[in-house]
């Protein structure tokens, strides 16, 4: 058990994803939507030293492209490549191949991974991703994630701390195209904003809440 290897294959078709422009201080009505098709074959290796510390790589080819969103529930949202016309992505007719590749460690001290109660995770991850025509959307991007849970009053009260920083790097004339930039909003990251609320090439993050157990199921 101390080493695992495998391979996943995903196809998604996201039709409805929301956009707002790229930065801290764009505004909520430059609500726009795309629609986002991706495949992505991936091979990985995680060894485990110890019970808690897992070592991982993977490499992968990714292929995406985007269009008009669309769906049965469709809103009166424009369009994102109408608001923001003069965005690199939108300067070719078709997305770039990506070749992925990432090397992470990972340190996991929570009782329960699903439902933690005590413990914590941290997560140092290093990613490259190379444009296979032409290199314009190649960056890499490094990641650190902590959390931790503290329990008080005997465990009915949990307390949450949370932190994730991303940084993306590129060369000359390279950019990070949006729809592969870390985002902000939405009840994992940052509660009181729309889901894709923020996008950008870096990011931070600082989260504390806490739990309180009422009853058996319900907290």
């Known amino acids: 058990s101390r ?3 495998g391979t996943q294959f995903k ?3 996201a039709r409805q994803i929301d956009a707002f422009g790229e930065g801290p201080d764009t505004l909520e009505s430059n609500r726009a939507q795309y629609r986002l098709r991706t495949t992505n074959l991936v091979g990985y290796a995680t060894l485990r030293p110890l019970r808690w510390l897992g070592i991982g790589t ?3 080819w990714l292929k995406p ?3 008009a969103p669309s769906g049965s529930f469709r809103s009166d949202r424009p369009d994102v490549r109408d ?3 003069a965005d690199p992505v939108f300067t070719r007719a078709d997305q770039p191949a990506f070749v992925h590749t990432e090397a992470s460690v990972i340190a996991d001290t929570r009782d329960f991974p699903g439902y933690p109660s005590r413990g914590g995770i941290l997560r140092a991850a290093a990613a490259d991703y190379s444009d296979r025509d032409g290199g314009a959307f190649s960056f890499r991007r490094y990641e650190t994630e902590a959390a931790g849970f503290v329990p008080l009053s005997s465990g ?3 307390l949450a701390l949370h932190g994730w920083l991303v940084s993306s790097d590129t060369g000359d004339g390279e950019v990070v195209p949006f ?3 870390p985002s902000l909003g939405g009840h994992n ?3 009181g904003y729309a889901d894709y609320r923020f996008h950008d090439r870096n990011l931070l993050v600082v989260n504390a809440e806490a739990r309180i157990k009422l009853m058996s199921h319900v907290d």
Request: aromatic share 12%; no cysteine; net charge positive.
């Open 3 to 5: 080493l695992a290897i």
């Open 11 to 13: 196809w998604q078709d």
């Open 58 to 60: 993977h490499v992968g």
């Open 65 to 67: 492209s985007v269009h």
């Open 83 to 85: 608001l923001f016309p």
């Open 156 to 158: 009915r009260v949990v």
């Open 179 to 181: 729809y592969l930039q």
């Open 189 to 191: 990251s940052l509660r």
